[in-house]
C-alpha cells in the first residue's frame, strides 16, 4: 500500500524486455503510420524486427519479489510499471508529503524507446507518460537495504534509480519561482492575468494549472533540471 514509504527510501528500477503490456496503440501509429514500416522491417537501432520488437513477451516480476520477500527484504512499496509510465503509477503508491526524484541516466533506454521518440517526434514527457521507458518495476526500500537487495537480484538485473523526498518544498518552489518570474516580466496582461489566475490556482492547490500557466505565458516547455525527472503527487500537501 506504500504506507511505509519514507523520506529518504531509495527507488529501485526493474528492467523491462520491451513495451510490455501498454503503450501499443502509439507504437503501432509511429511504426506502421508515421514510419511507414512494415513488421519484417528492422528500423536503424533495434536488434529484431519491428514485428518481433513489439512481440516481445514481458518478464514475470514474481520470482524477483518472492525471493527478495524469503530473504528478509522489507519493501516499503513497489509499483508495476503500466500504463501511464513513470509519471503516473509512481505517484499511486507514495503517501501524502512525499515525491520521487529518478535521475533518468542511472539505468539503460531500450533501443525500441529511442526509436520511437525519433520516428514520431515525441516530447519526452510524453514518453515518459507513455511507456515504461526500460523501467518495468520499481521497488522502494529503505537506503540500508539497497546493497543486499541489489546481491541477491543481480547489478544487471536492477538499477538504483531514485530516491524519496518530501513534495511540500518542491510545489511551494514552483508557485514562488512563478510569482518571481512575474515581477520580472514587463507584460502587463501577464501580470494582471497571469498572476491572478496564479494565485487562484494555489488556493485550489493546482500544481498542473501553474506549471501550464508557465508554458503558455513564455512559450516554453517545461524542462526537468539536471537531468532529473520529479514524480509529483496531482495535489497540493496541506
Known sequence: TGERIKTGDLVIGLPSSGLHTNGYSLARKVFFDIG?????????????????TLLEPHINYTNHISYLIKKGISIHGIAHITGGGLLE???RILPNKCAAVLKKDSWPTLDVFTSIQSIGDIAENEMYRTFNMGIGLVLIVDESKKEKLISFIGRDNCNSIGVVVNDL???????????????????????KDGLTSVLRAFKRKDLEFISSQIKVHF???????????WIIRKRFVK
Open 36 to 52: 511507414k514500416l512494415n513488421v519484417e522491417d528492422t528500423f536503424l537501432g533495434l536488434q529484431k524486427s519491428v514485428g518481433m
Open 219 to 229: 512559450s516554453i516547455q517545461w524542462k526537468w533540471p539536471f537531468r532529473y525527472l
Open 89 to 91: 503509477n509512481i505517484p
Open 169 to 191: 518544498h518542491r510545489h511551494r518552489l514552483a508557485y514562488y519561482l512563478f510569482i518571481l518570474i512575474g515581477v520580472f516580466v514587463k507584460n502587463k496582461t501577464f501580470k
